[in-house]
């Protein structure tokens, strides 16, 4: 059995960094409140919002003064035009405070960052009622109010079909009676509808025609401007998404090397030894979320490696993990795919040609050989430059001393680190690697890219960033994004829909 060093100080303060460390660097706390007419993609950018802050081991909700309408109120009745006449202003207003209550009270607790207040807010009158409700919060929250103005005709069509098809407000009404009753509410939002001024004072984003034209005032503090960085990559388009694992790769025993790297953990004296390059992980399911490989040549080049970086020791009441970096491999860059990986790129390449996604895409890598001799079956000789871009963000998640082991030996060879891996998976840090909070944080930029393009994307890759990546666009919770079963030899296909994402899986047949 190994332990960890100074394992009685280092599991009190992991416990206390545990509990209280965030996808941000401060705890801000964020309340956006939308604004604007029926079926303007209000829902559809919360949803977007409150799905990417999860993502990044933040803590977000919406709240939907429709839903909680409903909840109150028959949808029958509540949901008809009639119920948006003048003269229930006040009803609606007495039910759009009470869940923008609720939505202030949730932001108050510990660890909740932003809450999305959904609703209309059209009049100068309703937003004034959010902001005096907010001053009156104990917390210090940031207000934000968020205008949707749609434009385009075509779009609204589809917007109002959507809402008309899949809201309960509409339910047992015929398609063409549900568009007149929903225009008529409209037409009674309009009347009153004032668009978000700077005469009102505070901060606001509007979004036109989604990312066509984005206006933003008093904006500050990194969740509001990841939120509009991530707004102005949102875009309609029906482009789908493709994720695909790189081919399988050369390995080999990287016992002698742990065994050096366990030495080095659990004798932090004088100095730490750390050595080689950035650690990785290949074939198969041998690590806590992947396998390792370092090629025959690694050992001898590591022999051969100048003299090991000597940095101070790291305090005994610090957080043992962080900035530490101790990879065993020196890199597997070396690794080359196997004739069983050829095998699979070509039948690949075969198998896809037809697809309509797959005859001029955007191909996303890793850095990694394997990963970029894979995407060869997606390019076109004459034009790689242009179609291919390499991410060293992509690169499979470093974990540290545990590079490669099975899961039943991390439980043998190290039980505490086992046992607050199994605690939050998603926040524990490997000795001297990284942490699957750490993985989306440096995979954000690329999910902001995958956003903005509108053409076919494949990105190949590994099986860690790519649990991280579909659970994003899958919006499953972080926490279960190392469970996410992504098969080897297996396309994975994305399309976005009005709810999300659908996907559709195909096997590469005839690989082992």
């Given at each position: 059995m190994i332990k960890r060093h100074g394992s009685s100080m280092d599991e009190k303060i992991y416990s206390e960094c545990i509990e209280t460390v965030t996808a941000f660097t401060n705890q801000e706390h964020v309340l956006l409140a939308t604004v604007g007419l029926p079926a303007r993609g209000k829902s559809w950018l919360s949803a977007k919002i409150v799905t990417y802050i999860n993502w990044l081991g933040g803590k977000a909700q919406v709240f939907n003064a429709g839903?909680?309408?409903?909840?109150?109120?028959e949808a029958q009745k509540s949901g008809r035009s009639e119920f948006f006449d003048a003269e229930n202003a006040g009803k609606r207003d007495e039910i759009a405070k009470m869940c923008l209550d609720e939505a202030v009270k949730w932001l108050q607790k510990p660890g909740n960052i932003v809450a999305v207040f959904d609703a209309t807010n059209t009049t100068p009158r309703r937003r004034k009622i959010i902001r005096e409700t907010v001053k009156q919060?104990?917390?210090?929250?940031?207000?934000?109010?968020?205008?949707?103005?749609?434009?385009?005709?075509?779009?609204?069509?589809?917007?109002?079909?959507?809402?008309?098809?899949?809201?309960?407000?509409f339910k047992g009404l015929k398609e063409e009676d549900a568009l007149i009753d929903l225009k008529k509410r409209i037409s009674k939002y309009e009347r009153v509808y004032r668009t978000v001024s700077d005469d009102e004072g505070g901060s606001y984003i509007k979004i036109q025609d989604l990312a066509n034209k984005v206006t933003v005032k008093g904006i500050y503090g990194s969740i509001a401007l990841g939120i509009v960085n991530l707004l102005m990559s949102c875009h309609n388009g029906t482009r789908p998404i493709v994720l695909l694992r790189a081919a399988n790769s050369?390995?080999?025993?990287?016992?002698?090397?742990?065994?050096?790297?366990?030495?080095?953990?659990?004798?932090l004296e004088d100095v730490l030894i750390v050595e080689g390059a950035q650690a990785d992980q290949t074939t198969g399911s041998l690590g806590p979320y992947a396998d390792s490989t370092t090629p025959p040549s690694v050992a001898k080049h590591m022999a051969s490696a100048n003299s090991p970086l000597r940095v101070p020791k790291v305090p005994s009441d610090s957080f043992p993990r962080a900035g530490i970096r101790m990879p065993i491999a020196l890199s597997t860059s070396y690794a080359t795919v196997t004739d069983e990986g050829k095998k699979f790129i070509k039948k690949l390449k075969d198998?896809?040609?037809?697809?309509?996604?797959?005859?001029?895409?955007?191909?996303?890598?890793?850095?990694l050989p394997r990963s970029i001799e894979t995407a060869k079956a997606f390019l076109n000789p004459s034009n790689v430059q242009n179609q291919?871009?390499?991410?060293?963000?992509?690169?499979?998640?470093?974990?540290?001393?545990?590079?490669?082991?099975?899961?039943?030996?991390?439980?043998?060879?190290?039980?505490?680190?086992?046992?607050?891996?199994?605690?939050?998976?998603?926040?524990?840090?490997?000795?001297?690697?990284?942490s699957y909070m750490d993985l989306c944080h440096r995979l954000s930029s690329v999910v902001l890219e995958l956003e903005r393009t509108r053409k076919p994307v494949v990105?190949?890759?590994?099986?860690?960033?790519?649990?991280?990546?579909?659970?994003?666009?899958?919006?499953?919770?972080?926490?279960?994004?190392?469970?996410?079963?992504?098969?080897?030899?297996?396309?994975?296909?994305?399309?976005?829909?009005?709810?999300?994402?659908?996907?559709?899986r195909i096997g590469v047949k005839g690989i082992e």
């Open positions: 839903k909680f309408r409903r909840n109150l109120l919060s104990r917390a210090r929250i940031n207000l934000i109010f968020l205008e949707s103005i749609c434009t385009d005709e075509k779009v609204l069509e589809q917007n109002f079909l959507n809402k008309v098809r899949n809201s309960p407000d050369t390995s080999k025993d990287l016992e002698p090397l742990r065994e050096s790297a366990f030495q080095q953990w659990n004798s198998m896809t040609k037809n697809e309509e996604w797959a005859k001029d895409p955007a191909v996303f890598t890793s850095t291919s871009q390499q991410w060293s963000a992509l690169n499979v998640l470093d974990t540290g001393i545990c590079h490669g082991m099975p899961v039943s030996e991390i439980k043998k060879k190290l039980p505490e680190e086992y046992r607050l891996w199994k605690r939050d998976p998603f926040r524990y840090r490997f000795p001297g690697g990284e990105v190949v890759s590994h099986l860690s960033t790519l649990q991280a990546l579909y659970s994003y666009f899958r919006a499953i919770p972080v926490d279960r994004a190392p469970s996410v079963d992504i098969k080897r030899h297996t396309v994975l296909i994305l399309t976005p829909n009005q709810y999300g994402w659908k996907e559709r």
